[in-house]
């Protein structure tokens, strides 16, 4: 298991303070990119719940906050991003859609978007450490 997704299960089941899905990405790789963990916590608020109206998988607008902070903006990288996350979950993208999905199944939400987080997490790592990134 990586630090990083150790970090991602750390923040998800912290009590103290709810880290929504975008967050519980972006604050794991924050530090060792540059940026303190509460302007990332502070940055990604408002975009759990898929930007708190269904839309974009928080967590995976995480990934891309996180991509962005290390300078990552290769829209073929952002594609590859948004193509295994949709052969992953039947084409879905957007929070709605996914829980949807999730609900149909008989999945609990938290722990659909626990595993979106982790998810999410461990294509961030795979993509800064072949960029480079991470060591």
């Known amino acids: 298991m990586s630090k990083y997704l150790d970090k991602a299960k750390e923040l998800r089941a912290c009590t103290e303070r709810h880290y929504n899905c975008a967050q519980g990405v972006v604050c794991c790789f924050a530090e060792d990119l540059g940026v303190p963990e509460d302007m990332a ?14 839309a974009t998988c928080g967590a995976v607008t995480g990934c891309l906050m996180t991509l962005g902070i290390a300078g990552i903006k290769d829209v073929s990288v952002l ?10 979950h039947e084409g879905y993208l957007n929070c709605a859609d996914l829980l949807r999905l ?8 938290p722990v659909h978007c626990n595993n979106m987080v982790f998810e999410l997490t461990e294509i961030t790592e795979d993509i800064l450490r072949k960029q480079g990134k991470i060591g």
């Open 102 to 109: 999730n609900a149909e199944r008989g999945g609990d939400k």
């Open 41 to 54: 916590y502070r940055l990604a608020a408002n975009f759990g719940g898929g930007m708190k109206m269904g």
């Open 79 to 88: 594609h590859d991003v948004y193509r295994q996350v949709k052969e992953n």
